[in-house]
């Protein structure tokens, strides 16, 4: 504001008495100070700037903008007002007339580069990279250590698909201030959008390092390493993710349909089973318990799930799709058609046409079966996690062992000392070919122990350090295999002494 001793002597007297008032916390009685003044004609702009002022700090920021809009026609190279006057637009969400106020030139007289700043924040927020740009440069340019702006501008840049010089500046910003979460956070995932993977990836665990109680850099690194195919570590991320924010229902879904997609149907169960305790009335949460119970020809306790949704309050459309599988378990075909009508096409589509096509088979309409799992994987080829060619990789991965594996490579093994933990019996074949029906039986006998397809062997391969270390594989590294192996079952059933592990995992058949 304009310096009082500038001021007429009417004006001077009441800013100062209003000030007082302001200070003692009777914002009100400091207003009102100044509309008396400004009626009795003292300075317009000035006492338009201090009432404005005063009418945001009390909370009334729409009458705050009326008075400093005043003071500003009336001394528009002031940047004290300019900047009370953008401050209070951007509170109420007026951010086009915040920017369109602040001119180069305005912005070049605010030594404090408050009015840059707030140009070049407001042109982000509307998309106007191009002069955000120039504007964060400006300031960098001005003050090379305000990190923040430094952040900003990668920021902006990487909006602009100028990846690499998102990464510069974001660089910058860390380097400054290596204890700001999002700037670290902004600089891990413009190494990924730069192709940067390895880069990107240590940075995020160094984070998730830094930082033991955010979540973020973990769950950025499951999506990251999802991309890549990289199933088991992924896992790892987003369980590391979900202890840190335990209610955070997005990530426990996401844990939830990680531990489906890896068919861990007891883990998914748990998992899906927290969502609900989180929202109780989650729909995506039911959902994935009906999926894990079909898909482990738990029958009986579908019809015990819809009761229990119907209690709950899921949506109407939730709670016809639940009924659809019960339908469907039970051959009541047609009824299953019929709920299933009742869910629309965008909730869980892939999984909403493969049940379709299996209720319509069960009615004999099987070109209209067809039609639906035709969509079915049409929708499936869309999903970002890229299944297509995750399939391709996992196929050759089996192709480069199957050749690798020969009769001359596998006398090259060294021989190991015999273990003296009793040996599990690996229970393999593929998906949907009896696997569990066979395991449901051996589970009844008294002397068994069963594991549903948990990722024991993966822990044991990871453990030896991978398939190609099988042959080079010493006594110790073979320990370390065996520990861990058995370290993930104990962790899941009780081994108990004269009892036999039976480990079912169709996938180990790999």
């Known amino acids: 504001m304009t310096a009082v001793a500038a001021l007429d002597d009417r004006t001077a007297s009441a800013i100062r008495e209003a000030m007082l008032a302001a200070r003692a916390g009777r914002i009100h009685d400091a207003i009102k100070i100044g509309k008396r003044a400004l009626a009795a004609g003292g300075d317009s702009a000035a006492l338009n700037a201090m009432i404005g002022t005063l009418q945001c700090r009390s909370g009334d920021v729409e009458a705050g903008v009326r008075h400093l809009a005043v003071a500003h026609r009336e001394r528009a190279d002031d940047v004290v007002i300019a900047n009370n006057l953008v401050t209070a637009l951007s509170q109420l969400g007026r951010d086009r007339e915040a920017l369109d106020l602040i001119t180069e030139d305005l912005a070049r007289n605010d030594r404090s580069l408050q009015l840059l700043r707030a140009r070049a924040f407001l042109a982000q927020q509307l998309e106007e990279f191009g002069t955000a740009l120039k504007a964060y440069e400006q300031v960098v340019a001005a003050a090379p250590d305000d990190w923040e702006s430094w952040n900003n501008l990668g920021n902006a840049r990487r909006a602009m698909e100028d990846y690499e010089g998102a990464v510069e500046a974001l660089r910058r910003s860390v380097e400054i201030n290596p204890r700001s979460a999002p700037s670290r956070f902004n600089y891990a995932t413009a190494l990924d959008y730069a192709g940067k993977f390895d880069e990107a990836e240590q940075e995020l665990r160094r984070m998730a390092a830094d930082f033991p109680s955010d979540e973020k850099p973990l769950r950025e690194l499951f999506a990251m390493l999802k991309r890549q195919y990289r199933d088991e570590e992924a896992g790892e ?133 067809f039609t639906a799992f035709q969509r079915m994987n049409a929708i ?99 320990k370390r295999a065996r520990d861990a192996y058995f370290d993930t079952a104990r962790a899941l059933t009780p081994l108990e002494p004269g009892k036999l592990l039976v480990d079912k995992n169709p996938l180990s058949m790999n």
């Open 380 to 478: 499936t080829a869309e999903d970002p996690s890229e299944p297509d060619k995750r399939s391709l990789a996992y196929r050759d991965t089996i192709r480069r062992q199957s050749e690798r594996l020969t009769p001359k490579w596998a006398s090259s093994w060294k021989a190991a000392r015999v273990d003296d933990r009793p040996s599990p019996a690996f229970l393999v074949g593929f998906p949907r070919s009896g696997t569990t029906l066979l395991d449901t039986i051996l589970m009844s006998h008294p002397s068994t122990e069963v594991l549903e397809e948990e990722p024991t062997l993966v822990r044991a391969t990871e453990a030896l350090g991978g398939f190609e270390a099988i042959a080079d594989a010493d006594d110790e590294d073979i």
């Open 237 to 369: 991320a987003i369980e590391e993710a979900v202890r840190r924010a335990p209610n955070d229902l997005e990530l426990v879904l996401g844990l939830a349909s990680h531990r489906l997609a890896r068919h861990r149907h007891t883990a998914a169960e748990e998992a899906y089973r927290k969502a609900i305790a989180i929202d109780p009335g989650n729909t995506l949460g039911f959902l994935g318990i009906a999926t894990v119970l079909d898909q482990t020809n738990r029958t009986d306790e579908l019809s015990a799930l819809v009761e229990e949704a119907e209690l709950a309050n899921v949506s109407p459309a939730g709670l016809s799709f639940v009924r659809a599988f019960d339908h469907r378990r039970a051959k009541r075909y047609a009824e299953g058609v019929e709920a299933l009508s009742h869910v629309p096409d965008e909730l869980e589509t892939a999984r909403r046409q493969q049940l379709l096509g299996q209720l319509l088979e069960g009615t004999g309409d099987y070109d209209a079966a």
